[in-house]
Structure formats: structure tokens, C-alpha cells
């Protein structure tokens, strides 16, 4: 995935967490094919090898791989100086860590509901603050990948629900706090994006997954490239003066269609759990 629009950052280094698969890795891969020194992250080491392979059929650059897990504060800690060492600063982090399963609240286990919140929230927290050393300094960028349920209430999701929200928060609290010092920080919340393992997970089956492209105002489910192309615009000079901002790339989706398709899908999802999720 390459992006729609046509940005440069020939001299910018990336890093993205997460950046090893479907939205992330779509976007870390649209860095690289406008210029971009990148580093991905996530817990397989396999992924890791895989994603760098693709960044370099792209471009030439020396791109850079680690693996770690976001729940775990040393091995970010370790990650994050493998990084520095190699790139010496960062320009644009994009944090998109992220954990999901569909589950009925009456049956989600504290573990399970503790796993997604140290995976997105406290997961978030650790590499936004690894990463703010490497940061400090006007023009660097920090974009987060939320998700709808951040804002919309769907059943079977109460531990993400919960986990995005608070980084949302997470965003418009740093934005304050570190944007004399330069520092942007936004997130984007995909809608229905085609391809990917959550819409995969959350509306199985190509039947359902044309009910929720009908629920879209501009009726069509989304693509990587829609994502990777908003979060070029975001770490672009054209957004210098956006931050804190929480932006929905969803063709309209969260303008209603959201509601009643996720409060569907959510119950179906929890129609079909069963036993308590660990």
C-alpha cells in the first residue's frame, strides 16, 4: 500500500509499533514509498522479517526491525534503544498496538478484560513515553490508530470500548501537555476496512460484510490505503497546526450506520460466545 496522495519525506524516520500487518503495516509501507526511513514493531519476530522485506522491495533505505511487547515496560524500553540507536530521533511514531476478541461482558473473565487494556491503553502509554525523548523537538508526530468502539457502544466489546476510549484521552491529554514542546499527537479511527484481521474477526463472511458496506454513508467498507493516506496527511507540514485531534476515517460511518451495524454485529458476537474468555 502506497497511498493515494503524493507526500515527501525523504528525510523523515518512522517508526512504526504494531507495523507488521494490515492497517500499521499499510502504512508503514506507504512511508517507505514516499521516502521515509522506517522501524516496525511487534511481538512475532517472524512478522518482523516479513515486513522488513516488503520495505525494502519499496525503497533502498535502511529500514529497521524489533520485537517486542507493548505490555511488557522493559522490552519496550530495550526496543525503543535498539531504535535510537539506529535512527538517533524520531520525526513520526505511529502507535497502533492493538487487541481484540468478541466477548459478552457477563462472560469476559478480569484476564481478558485486563489483556486488551494493558495491550491498547497501557500499551499506548509506555511507547508514547519511550518515544517522547526521541521527540522533543517541533515538527515530530505522534499518531494513534484507535477504533470506533472509542465512541460507540457495542456489545460484546466492553473491554475495548473501554481500552480505546482511554486512548483517545491519552491523545487530547499529550497533545496539551506536549505541544509546546512541538510535539503533535492525533489519532485516526478506521471504519470498516476491507482486508483486515478485526473486520475480518468482528463481520465474518462476505454476505455480512456487504451489510455493513451498506450502512456506510458513501457505501463502500474502507481500504488500508484510506488509512495510510489520512496518516501521510497527519505527519505532513499540511496538518502543522492540527493536534488533539480524534478523526474518524470512515467514509461517514460514524455518522449513524455505525451504531446500528456494530450494536449487530456485537450481538451476534456474543450470541455466539460461549464459556468465559481468559
Known amino acids: 500500500m502506497t497511498g493515494k496522495c503524493r507526500f515527501d519525506f525523504q528525510d523523515t524516520q518512522v517508526f512504526v509499533v504494531g507495523g507488521t500487518s494490515g492497517i500499521n503495516l499499510g502504512i508503514a509501507l506507504a512511508f517507505a514509498a514516499a521516502g521515509a526511513r522506517v522501524a516496525v514493531a511487534s511481538r512475532s519476530q517472524d512478522k518482523v522479517a516479513a515486513a522488513l522485506a516488503q520495505l525494502r522491495a519499496i525503497s533502498p533505505r535502511e529500514h529497521l526491525g524489533v520485537s517486542f511487547d507493548v505490555r511488557d515496560k522493559d522490552a519496550v524500553a530495550n526496543g525503543f534503544s535498539v531504535v535510537a540507536e539506529a535512527f538517533g530521533w524520531l520525526d513520526v511514531l505511529i502507535s497502533g498496538a492493538a487487541g481484540n476478541f468478541p466477548a459478552a461482558a457477563a462472560s469476559l473473565s478480569e484476564n481478558g478484560f485486563k489483556s486488551v487494556m494493558d495491550i491498547d491503553l497501557l500499551g499506548s502509554f509506555q511507547v508514547l513515553k519511550q518515544a517522547y525523548p526521541l521527540m522533543r523537538r517541533p515538527g515530530s508526530n505522534i499518531i494513534q490508530i ?45 471504519g470498516p476496512i476491507a482486508g483486515t484481521e478485526g473486520f475480518e474477526r468482528l463481520a465474518p463472511g462476505e454476505a455480512l460484510q456487504r451489510r455493513v458496506a451498506a ?64
Open 146 to 190: 484507535s477504533a470506533p468502539q472509542a465512541a460507540i457502544a457495542m456489545p460484546g466489546q466492553v473491554h475495548v470500548c473501554a481500552a480505546k476510549a482511554g486512548v483517545d484521552m491519552l491523545t487530547r491529554t499529550l497533545a496539551m501537555e506536549w505541544g509546546n514542546e512541538g510535539i503533535r499527537i492525533n489519532s485516526l479511527v478506521p
Open 215 to 278: 450502512s456506510v454513508p458513501m457505501q463502500r467498507n474502507g481500504s488500508v490505503t484510506d488509512i495510510a493516506s489520512a496518516a501521510l496527511f497527519l505527519a505532513s507540514e499540511a496538518a502543522d497546526y492540527i493536534t488533539g485531534a480524534v478523526l474518524p476515517v470512515d467514509g461517514g460511518w460514524s455518522l449513524g450506520g455505525a451504531s446500528m451495524a456494530m450494536a449487530e454485529l456485537g450481538q451476534m458476537a456474543a450470541r455466539q460466545d460461549s464459556g468465559e474468555h481468559r
